[in-house]
């Protein structure tokens, strides 16, 4: 009877517990309730996110296109439009495999980009475009199919080139026979593949033509009618020797002349029109003493001008064959008096140079690695420095907005 008792008295002990923890429960339950409804009372409804676009202002000589070659991954290349003066990204656009370089119209208002994509990614049926893209938005407006053999390599400026007036966007091709595809723009069509016989690369000379180098010691220039065809081709005599002393394909257009250097240092002013082509005697860039100290110019592309008549030509301590290795100085040269004025030393060797049009301009240099350096270009102040991809630069570009 007495552990009947006991038990009991345990059943009633559990039976109280439970009870207790019902009544506790139920009490949160209410209480949660309570809150609930008085955060749905007092939260405002969700408003659906506006996706808009952000529209760039009105463009700045100051801005700077930097063509990422993707060295990591060249099928994922990319092109930044960046703001030098506040080192800020406007935007980015990808564009295909191996960037070169871009072209754009007179106002700044489109870019025109030569591509390449391949159907699975790295392989598969190849297809090479000249997108458009509009500056403002950065968005693609279209693009035309152009022969699917566009030339590409090292990060050069002139495996593309833009007719003066704007009309035309001309595409070196290497397959390795040499050609140029020639676009118009404005019809967005493909008016002409012209074949070059072993000339390469493309520099504008006026409205209707183009000039080529040859492996021979001469100048192509191609003349066009206005449909984009072909109308006449005509060559200047040999004025280089490839064997001794070999001209660089990296050149810079100056008040309309091209300016070229040598292996060694020769400077070489071809002035060219649609009218025709003149090549002006040479002059050294480099004295005897600046030669057996083994200066020579050197960098991916080296060379860059201001309208003021002033070279800038990135210059390294290598010796003979040292046209790769980037400049450990940047040497301002005076073209009217033929000598140098200034000397640019850059934190670190630099391998792409490129200099603003404007009356204030700045001269901006990359790095090998994530950094490009700017100066004022007159006079060589240090003026910062903008973050480039971890890899190093390609092409720098400043946008003409004169």
Sequence with gaps: ?????????????????????????????????????????????????????????????????????????????????????????????????????????????????????????????RADVLSFYDVATLSVLGEVKIPPKRGSGATLRAYSGRSDDGRFVYVFNMTPAMSVSVIDVTQRTVTAEITTDGCAMVYPSGDRSFLSLCGNGRIRQTVLNNNGEVTATRFTDRFFDPNQDPLTEKATRLTGDWFFVTFHGAVHQVEASDAGVRVLPSWPLLDEQQLAGGWRPGGPHFLASHHSGLLYVGMNRGGPDSHKKPGEEIWVINVAAKKRQQVVTPPSPVTQLAVSSDDKPLLAAASEGPEIYLFDALDGTPKGSLSAPILGAGVLQFVDVR
């Excluded at 700077?64 to 960046?82: A, T, W």
């Design 1 to 125: 009877m007495r552990v009947s008792r006991i038990a009991e008295g345990i059943d009633a002990k559990k039976s109280a517990a439970i009870s207790s923890v019902h009544r506790i429960f139920r009490a949160c339950i209410a209480s949660l309730g309570l809150l609930a409804a008085t955060l749905a009372g007092a939260a405002e409804p969700l408003k659906p996110e506006a996706i808009y676009v952000q529209r760039l202002d009105a463009p700045s000589p100051h801005w700077l296109i930097l063509n990422d070659p993707n060295y990591s991954g060249n099928m994922d290349s990319k092109i930044y439009l960046i703001d030098a003066d506040r080192n800020h990204t406007l935007g980015m656009l990808s564009a295909g495999g191996w960037r070169n370089a871009v072209e754009y119209s007179l106002d700044f208002k489109t870019i025109y980009s030569p591509e390449t994509y391949y159907e699975r990614g790295t392989r598969g049926q």
